[in-house]
Every structure is written in C-alpha cells, then in structure tokens.
C-alpha cells in the first residue's frame, strides 16, 4: 500500500512546481519573442517526406503504402525499420529508387521512412548510427539479391 500513501504527496508537489512556473507579470500573457527550438532540432523526416515523397505517399499513388494509413503500413512495421527503408532505398515495384530523387542522402530517406511509419502508428525513430548500419547491411544483401535474379 506504500503507493497509495506516496501518490497525494507527489500530486501535491508537481502542482506546487507549476504554480511556481507561472509568475503573476508573465501569466496569461503571450510571450512577445518565439521561444527558442527545444535541444537540437533534428530534421524528423518530415521536410524530405514533403519534398519528395508526398506526391505518391500522399494519396497512395500505384499502391504507395500512405501517410497516417495503419492499415497499409501493417506489413510493413511488421517486417521491421532495416529492411523496410533499404528496399524502399533500393526500389521496389512501383516505388522509384531514393524516391526518385539521385541527390537524395540515405540518412534523410530513413528518416523520411520513419516519420510516415510514425504517421501510420509505428515507433520507428530517427535512424541512429546502430540502425543505419542495419540499413547499408539489408541495402547490399537486396542489391546481391537481385543481381543474382535470372
Ligand atoms: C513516384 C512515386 C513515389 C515516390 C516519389 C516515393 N515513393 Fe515510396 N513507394 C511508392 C510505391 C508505388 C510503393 C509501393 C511499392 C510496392 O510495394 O509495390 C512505395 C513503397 C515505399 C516503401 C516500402 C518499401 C517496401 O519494403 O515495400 C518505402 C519505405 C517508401 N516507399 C519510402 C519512400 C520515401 C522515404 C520516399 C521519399 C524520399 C518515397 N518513398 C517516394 C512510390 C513512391
């Protein structure tokens, strides 16, 4: 029962933290300067997704797998973020490879991927330098994969 006893006490003791937060000249006002970017504003994926994804992931264009579709994304979140972001890196079916766009850095398209996985209702992050190594390793088993297709 320690829970139960401790619970009022922690309750008590944010909203004290926030009443201190707001003081009385500030509150209820606009801040008159925009408030500084929280840390490090790390692109999300979201600028490269409009700048070359949208015009297919937008409305699913030859069955492109769309932005905030759970259920056409299913698969895909199932079959995991490496594998994934280096067959779309690749190109496959009707999906362009790099989307089309030859200039394209790898780290912007894997983010572009995680951030529609995001949108569909998956927990895909922004690539980290562990999980881009997984990505350049599924991007050369793909590429073998179909050189030795007949
Ligand atoms: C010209 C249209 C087009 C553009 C532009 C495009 N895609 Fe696609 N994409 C597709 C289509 C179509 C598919 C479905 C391919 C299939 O499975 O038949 C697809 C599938 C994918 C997949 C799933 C790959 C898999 O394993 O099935 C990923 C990931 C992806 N796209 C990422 C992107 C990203 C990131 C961008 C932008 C950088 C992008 N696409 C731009 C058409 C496009």
Redo the contacts with the bound molecule.
Sequence with gaps: MKHALYLPLVLAASLAACGERESPSTAGQETPAAAPPPVAAVDDGER??KQ??K???ETG?????KVGDAEGWTK?LA?GQA???A??WVG?????A????AD?ALE??AR??AW?ARSAGGDWPNPDEAMMAAIRDEEAKRIAELQARP
Excluded: Q, W
Excluded at 61 to 65: D, E, F, G, R, Y
Excluded at 92 to 96: C, E, L
Excluded at 98 to 101: D, E, L
């Design positions: 490269t997704y070359v994804c015009s297919c992931h264009v030859i069955n492109a797998p895909l079959e594998i994934v972001t067959h779309g496959v079916r009707g999906m362009p790099k989307g089309g766009r394209l912007d398209f572009a991927t529609m």
